[in-house]
C-alpha cells in the first residue's frame, strides 16, 4: 500500500476544499534554474536521457521539494514524449529547442502513425511514476502531464518550434480531415499514457495546451478544445478510493476559460494575462483554478515578489480553489532563492 498523503493541499484546494493556507507549486520547478538539476543532467549526458533513465527521472523531481516548501511535485519528463515513442526521432539541439527528424506531413505520414502502448514504448516513464511515488513517501501527490493533441500536433507537423505555425495551419485549413485524423489518433495515446500515469500511480493530471491561444475561437474549439474534451471523457478518475484531478492549461486561453470548464475538468491554470478575478468571475466556482504570476516576476527584487504575491492572492479573493503557480513555466536564467521568497510569501499571505 503507498504511503498515506502528509499533504493534500493541493487535491483539496482542486476539490474546492477548504485548506488552511493557498498550495503552490511551480511550473517547470525541476530545471535549468537549480544548479543541482545542471548536475544531474551533466551526469545524463543529455536532456532525453535524463528524462528516460527513472533513477534520474526521480532525483531532480525531488530537487526542488527539497529546496523550497512546495505542496506537489511533477513528474520530470516531456510533452514530446509520444510523438516520440511514435517515431519521430526528437532531439534537443542547445539554443534551438526541441527537433523530429521525421516530422508528419503527408496523409501517408498521418495513417501510418502508431498509438504507442504506455507499457513499452513509455514504460521509462510509468518506471519513473513508480519510483518517484515510492522515493515521495506521502509527502506530497504527485502530477502527471501529457501535451494536448493540438500542442503535440504543432511539434510533429512543423517538426521544431515555429512562431508563424504556418505548416499546421496549413494542414488545418487545406485537409481538415486528414487533420482531425492525426488530432484523433494522437488524443487517444494522450488518454492511454495518463491513465497508464494514474495505473503507476500519479495523483493529479495535467494537459499543457502550449499552444492553443494561436487559434481563433472557432478553430479553438474544433481543432483543441474537442481534444482535450476527449480526453478528460477517457480519463480513470480515481485511484487509490481518491480523485485524480485533471487540470487544464491552455497558455492565452483567457477567452476560453468558461468553455474548457464545461468540459468536466477539475482546475483550470490561467496564464498572467488573465486576471484571477475575472477568470472567477468566467468559471463561476465551477472549477479550481491555478496560476498566475507572470514568471518575469522573479527578476525582481524579493520585496516586489512578495507584493505581486500579494496581489495575486488578493485577485482570486475569498473561498476555496485556489492553486497558486507562475502564468507558465520558471526561466532559466531565475535566481532560485527568488522563487523561495514566492514560496514562502504565498504560505505568509494566504494562512487562515
Ligand atoms: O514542470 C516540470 O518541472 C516537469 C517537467 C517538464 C518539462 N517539460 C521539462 C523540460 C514539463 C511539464 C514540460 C512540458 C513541456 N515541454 C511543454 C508544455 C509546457 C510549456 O512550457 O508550455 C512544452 C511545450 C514542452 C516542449 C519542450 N521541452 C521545449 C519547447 C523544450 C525546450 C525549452 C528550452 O527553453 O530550451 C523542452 C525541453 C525541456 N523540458 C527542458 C525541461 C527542464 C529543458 C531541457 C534542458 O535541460 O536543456
Known amino acids: 500500500m503507498p504511503a498515506p498523503l502528509k499533504n493534500d493541499l493541493y487535491l483539496r484546494a482542486l476539490g474546492r476544499e477548504n485548506t488552511e493556507r493557498t498550495p503552490v507549486w511551480v511550473m517547470r520547478q525541476a530545471g535549468r534554474y537549480l544548479p543541482e538539476y545542471l548536475e544531474t543532467r551533466k551526469r545524463a549526458g543529455d536532456f532525453m536521457t535524463l528524462c528516460s533513465t527513472p533513477e534520474l527521472a526521480c532525483e531532480v523531481t525531488l530537487q526542488p521539494l527539497d529546496r523550497f516548501n512546495l505542496d506537489a511535485a511533477i513528474l520530470f519528463s516531456d510533452i514530446l514524449t509520444i510523438p516520440d515513442a511514435m517515431g519521430l526521432g526528437l532531439r534537443f539541439e542547445a539554443g534551438e529547442g526541441p527537433i523530429f527528424d521525421k516530422p508528419v ?14 507499457a513499452d514504448e513509455l514504460r521509462y516513464v510509468t518506471d519513473a511514476v513508480s519510483l518517484i511515488r515510492r522515493e515521495l513517501d506521502g509527502r506530497v501527490p504527485l502530477i502527471g502531464f501529457s501535451g494536448s493533441p493540438w500542442t503535440l500536433a504543432v511539434y510533429m507537423v512543423e517538426g521544431r518550434g515555429t512562431k508563424d505555425f504556418s505548416k499546421v495551419k496549413g494542414l488545418m485549413f487545406s485537409e481538415p480531415a ?10 487517444d495515446s494522450v488518454t492511454a499514457y495518463l491513465n497508464a500515469q494514474v495505473e503507476a500511480g500519479a495523483q493529479s493530471l495535467m494537459i499543457f495546451d502550449t499552444w492553443g491561444g494561436v487559434l481563433s475561437p472557432a478553430m479553438y474549439r474544433e481543432y483543441s478544445l474537442a481534444y482535450m474534451q476527449r480526453i478528460v471523457d477517457g480519463l480513470k478518475r480515481e485511484a487509490e478510493g481518491r480523485r485524480v484531478p485533471v487540470v487544464l492549461f491552455t497558455k492565452n486561453g483567457g477567452a476560453w476559460l468558461d468553455a474548457m470548464a464545461d468540459t468536466g475538468c477539475d482546475g483550470l491554470g490561467v496564464d498572467w494575462t488573465t486576471d484571477l478575478a475575472v477568470a472567477r468571475q468566467l468559471t463561476e466556482d465551477r472549477v479550481a483554478l491555478q496560476g498566475n504570476l507572470d514568471p518575469s516576476t522573479l527578476y525582481a527584487t524579493p520585496e516586489r515578489i512578495r507584493e505581486e504575491v500579494k496581489r495575486v492572492l488578493e485577485s482570486y479573493g475569498h473561498g476555496p480553489g485556489h492553486v497558486f503557480n507562475l502564468g507558465h513555466g520558471i526561466h532559466q536564467h531565475v535566481n532560485p532563492d527568488h522563487l523561495g521568497v514566492m514560496v514562502d510569501a504565498v504560505s505568509e499571505f494566504s494562512a487562515r
Open 105 to 118: 506531413r503527408t496523409r501517408a505520414d498521418i495513417e501510418s502513425l502508431p498509438v504507442p502502448d504506455p
Open 178 to 187: 486528414l487533420m482531425h485524423q492525426l488530432l484523433e489518433r494522437t488524443a
